[in-house]
């Protein structure tokens, strides 16, 4: 899958710091799903003060797309057909190294229930909503996150998002 991105602490400004010759590795699957409108499937975490894509870590013994399928199901209440690659994004925290990967995936049933995990709770997650690319974008953009996750998490769904719209314009 293509690299999209790579994001450090330089990318908000803060000092990088020198990676562990052993970072804690973590692998994630995240989707931008759309529907039948071509609208798309927004989270709002009140944690970190910003609207995010659905998706998550990849659990041990879990391929990413049964990663992928449980999270849309967890945290937008649907389940999906995966239609393609959008591509992956790296971000090297100060103890952390993430790879998310990401894929285009198109709504198969919209269950109206998400089944968000108590961490997803306590974080402020709020039930997913679906907005035009326009819109989705526009609230991105506005968005401050106030925490040092949410920044890595924003700008990264802000990139997926982006790269999402432009697949979809020149399929049509």
């Known amino acids: 899958m293509k690299l999209l991105a790579t994001l450090t602490n330089n990318d908000f400004g803060l000092d990088t710091k020198p990676i562990s010759t052993a970072p804690k590795e ?11 409108k071509n609208e798309v499937s927004l989270l709002y975490t009140a944690k970190h003060e910003h609207h995010k894509l659905p998706g998550g870590g990849i659990e041990k013994n879990e391929t990413w797309q049964k990663a992928l399928h449980r999270e849309a199901m967890e945290e937008a209440g649907c389940t999906i057909e995966i239609i393609r690659p959008i591509g992956k ?10 790879v998310s990967i990401c894929v285009l995936a198109k709504l198969e ?7 968000l995990t108590q961490k997803e709770v306590a974080e402020g997650y709020q039930p ?9 974008l526009e609230l991105m953009n506005k968005d401050k996150p106030k925490t040092y996750m949410g920044n890595f998490m ?3 769904d802000l990139i997926f998002l982006t790269h999402a719209k432009h697949i979809l314009g020149n399929l049509s």
Request: hydrophobic share 40%; aromatic share 8%; no cysteine.
């Open 26 to 36: 973590r692998q994630a699957a995240r989707a931008v799903i759309i529907n039948a």
């Open 89 to 98: 994004i790296v971000e090297e925290k100060d103890d952390e190294r993430q």
């Open 109 to 115: 049933k919209d269950l109206e229930t998400p089944d």
């Open 128 to 136: 997913a909503k679906w907005f035009s690319f326009d819109n989705a």
């Open 154 to 156: 924003h700008k990264r």
